[in-house]
């Protein structure tokens, strides 16, 4: 491949300006760029057949036309509704006009067909072509454009795309009958000069690259092919009706070794033989297939259950230049690490739960969830690829790593999914007397940050016992706020109980966080004394608890009939003095 500035003659027909390239090395020899006869292209991982003027796979190892699954476009032919560039306008235009017109049988498209491969260890993109013609043209020229289409649709066309800085263009001619091919690179560009010296920007610039023949190749048929050979329209083909090449896309400096690039739209346009790119283009075919050695990766969160607002932290290695990810801003780049989160999703997925990194090129990659938050924990970690030699995997060693390997054209999803652990409390209520005696009819009222939660108060059943789950992990106030009959709550202070534990009430056994809370039996004390005879003796009566303090309605008046009465007694040592006067 050398790059050189065009040295532009004209030839004999006014309307046909030829090429006329002669390209120096360095070290001063001449070389044209056309190509010879050689197997394959190097590094072809199929080793296709693109300079043999055939289509069937003529050694072992190859493959050709009839051995790939190729792209395929069909042509209106030998028809005045065939579409073509409408004569007459400049090749530097944006958006040319295309409208019907019957071009001659040797210039008429019938069949163009594509196929396109990239070698996984030099990430180099190979792109074969091959066109069949209404009638043979010995020596044939044609254009390939490669459009990206970033501008979108021109306005005045439902199908081509705008030309956009960075498009290119292969002039390929067929020479000596189609035995030799000459290629020439040229790039559409919105600054600089121009191939055709008298046209401004935006247009085809003039620096071309001519290639050699280890970055392309190409042949005509010389002879006849039969129907039975010919996988691309099934019709039998006299010599020179066929033409195929194929060429190093890293060699034609059109999608460079280690970068990514795409392109939407691949437009074929037939020329005049002899003529250069910019004049007497005759037919056109549009064929919408993407050629890229770039694949594409999307990292998803999903949360059981689904929709919860959680923040997850991940790491990855799709950082190189030519890779744009969604959650990327224009002053924070999210590629190395980024944050999903599941908020409010049930079946579907949203941006925010998802990271989709395009214009990924061939290689291998790792993304890496970070420490799982409080409350969850890694269920399971999933990759579907979609294309051929496309992977993801889950490393065994590194649970939250996925391993995944990009390849052209490829996708690959990875989904993580964690489960929200949930944890459970279960609170026993018992009698200081001793654990075997559960009592049932305590309330509790349960408390989230100073919140009740749902349900609460509790009250405990026949067993003694509440229990309540689906709890967020975290801490949580536990109250007593009233006994069971005939007991006395032992602490009114609210209890923190911190939940980390997966767990369910109906766990056996259960694994949640229990405890155990104590009440008092409580005693009703009553004392009385009464005088057998009206008139007769008089009591009094002083009931106290051991700090000498007098309970319930001690001490009673000096009376004929008296009785103290203290209810609610905890265990304990009461005394109580009865004076009977004489």
Known sequence: MVKHNVQRRWGRRRDAMTLGLVVVTAAGAAVLGATTASAVLGGSPSNFEA????MIVDAPVNNDWASVDFIHVTDVSNSTTDDSFTPGQKQDSTCPDISGHKNSPKDDFTDVASYSETNATTNDTYLYGATIRYAANGNASENVELKQGMNGLCANSTTLYARTPGDKLIAIDYLGGGSSVMFHVLTWVDGGSCFVSADSPPCWGSDVLTLTQAGAEGKASQSAILADDN?????????????????????????????????????????????????????????NHTISNCGEVKIIKHTNPRGVDQDFSFTSTLTGDEVTCTLDTDTVDTKASFTLNDNGNTTTDSAANTQDCTNVPAGSYTVTEGSEPTGFALKSLTCVADGDGASGSQDDAVDEQANITVTANSTVTCTYVNQQELGAIKITKTSTKGSSVTLAGAKFSVK???????????????????????????????????????????????????????????????????????????????????????????????????????????????????????????????TCTVVVDP
């Not at 300079?51 to 055939?54: F, K, T, V």
């Not at 608890?545 to 001690?554: A, C, E, M, Q, V």
Request: hydrophobic share 30%.
């Open 231 to 287: 996988p691309i329209n099934g019709k039998a083909l006299v010599a020179g009706q066929f033409a195929e090449f194929g060429v190093n896309l890293a060699a034609a400096d059109i999608i460079p070794s280690g970068s990514c690039a795409a392109f939407a739209q691949t437009l074929w346009e037939s020329r005049a033989s002899g003529s250069s790119f910019v004049s007497s283009t005759k037919d056109v075919a549009i064929e």
């Open 51 to 54: 300079n043999d003027g055939n």
């Open 448 to 574: 989230s940050g100073g919140t009740a939660i749902t349900g609460s108060p509790f009250t405990t059943g026949t067993d003694g016992t509440f229990c309540v789950d689906n709890l967020l992990f975290g801490d949580y106030v536990v109250t007593e706020t009233q006994a069971p009959d005939g007991y006395a709550i032992d602490t009114t202070t609210g209890q923190t109980i911190t939940v980390d534990d997966n767990a369910k009430c109906s766990d056996d056994p259960f694994t949640g966080e229990a405890q155990t809370f104590t009440d008092t039996p409580l005693t009703d004390l009553k004392v009385t004394a009464d005088s057998e005879a009206d008139g007769g003796t008089k009591s009094k009566i002083t009931c106290v608890d051991s700090t000498d303090d007098g309970i319930g309605n001690s001490p009673s008046s000096n009376d004929e009939h008296v009785s103290v009465t203290a209810n609610g007694l905890a265990p304990g040592t009461y």
